[in-house]
Structure formats: C-alpha cells, structure tokens
C-alpha cells in the first residue's frame, strides 16, 4: 500500500480552516461547562442527549480529571450504587463487588465517558483556560466564558482573549472551582465565598456532593468537587459515584431551568 503524501501549506490550510469554522460555530452556544473531568463529561452527555448545544473546555490536553490517578497510582477507582447505572447506559464495562461497591478500570471509565459525550454530540475542546466570565447586572447573570489558549497563559505574555456566550455556564473544574473563585472574587455583588473542600468523610462527601449540586446563581452551576469546594464539603478520594451523579443531577437542573 502506498500512502499518497500532502503537502504541508495544505495541511497548515485546512486546519486553520477547520479549527476556524468551529469555532466562530461555538461563540454561541446553549451550556459551556468549564473542565472535561467525570461531573462535566456526565452533565455534558445528559444535556447534549437532549439537544442542547454542548462545549466542554478542558485547559489540560488531556480529559478524566482525577479519574487517570485511580487511588494513589492503583489504577482502580470504585463506583457505588445507583451510579453505575450510568456506566450501564454507557456500556462501561465495571467488575461488582458486592451491592455497596462497583470497581472500574480508571483508563476505562475515561475513555468511556468521553467517547460517550462526544459520540452524543458534546464538543470537548483542549488547551482553552477559562480566565473569566461574562456577567450582566440588575438582574444579575452569567452570560458566557471569556477564554484564552493555555499556552498563552503558561508563557505569561499578554494576549486579549475571545468570548463565548451561553445560556449556562458550569464549574466542573473539581478542587479549585475556578470558574465560581473567578466569580467570587471580581463579582463583589454575587456574594460567593469559595471556602475550599474540608478533610476526607468519604460517605457524607458523596451523599452532600450530589444533594448541593445545582444552579449557584442564574446562568452559573456547579458539579463535581467544585461543589465541595463552595460548600465547604468533605473529600472522598478515589470514589466516583458521586461524581457521576453530580453531573447528572446538573444536567437535569439546567434543562429544567431552560425550559422556563
């Protein structure tokens, strides 16, 4: 078999040209959900599953968030009932344990649910930080990402950004809960705090994870850890039910929302 070779102006061309039609396509889209880690995938699965217009920005070039590091570098993470429902309708293929605990390959559950959002329409796009928002006042809401490269920021030289506007925007960006800190600390009016997570209390983390999950302000919700982080919740370490639920319970809430 002989591979017929392309030059390499066209090759600069069409992916400029590609690259470029997407994104003018994205500038304006229903839900922008701030970092590929399992709440984000899950939530961008669900919304996308319902025919929102779904983005999710991941400033790492990689997506799975914790999940890569299985517990301490043992490539397993547990999953607890009824989440692995969600791996079911995945097809996520997992080992059970017992009826508490669902034990799943880290690498698996990755590429499981990113080929999952993305088969159902979710755009994931790497190396694009989230360095602020876009709000309007009296009615306070968010109303989009301003976004930047991630090599731009790690180089420290000053570059405008670019905007995308959304109906939605969520802070899927686990520990750190950037987008909510970002909000919390230009936004004086919006009066967030970000306290940061507390110590670990695995069970209450993964039952108040997914109870606080929601919308934080219009236009501005939370998932995953970043929930943890606003609430001053518990850790949980290498356990993912909760994480997974939370992705779901926030899909659900914006497309409740959005319907109104």
Known sequence: ????????????????????????????????IVGAGPSGM??????????LKTVILERKLTFGGGIGGGGMLFYKIIVEPPANE???????????????????????????????ALKNGVKIIHGITVED???????????????????VILSGLHVDPLFIKSKAVVD????????????????????????????????EAERLVVEKTGRVLPGLYATGMAVASL????????IFGGMLLSGKKVAEVILDDLKK
């Open 231 to 238: 609430y001053g919740l518990p850790r949980m370490g290498p």
């Open 172 to 203: 899927a960006t686990g520990h750190d809960a950037e987008v909510l800190s970002i909000v919390a600390k230009k936004i004086p009016e919006s009066k967030l705090k970000v306290p940061g997570h507390g110590s670990a209390y695995s069970e």
């Open 1 to 32: 078999m002989t591979i017929k070779g392309i030059p390499e102006e066209e090759i600069t061309k069409y992916i400029v040209l590609e690259t470029a039609k997407e994104l003018a396509e994205l500038s304006d889209v229903d839900v922008v």
């Open 42 to 51: 899950v939530a961008g699965y669900y919304l996308s599953k319902q025919g």
């Open 86 to 116: 969600i791996l079911d309708e995945m097809g996520i293929d997992y080992k059970k344990i017992n009826d508490r605990i669902c034990i799943v390959d880290s690498a698996k559950l990755m590429a499981g649910l990113a080929y999952a």
């Open 133 to 151: 928002v876009i709000y309007r006042p009296s009615p306070l809401r968010i109303t989009g990402v301003v976004i930047q490269w991630s090599s």
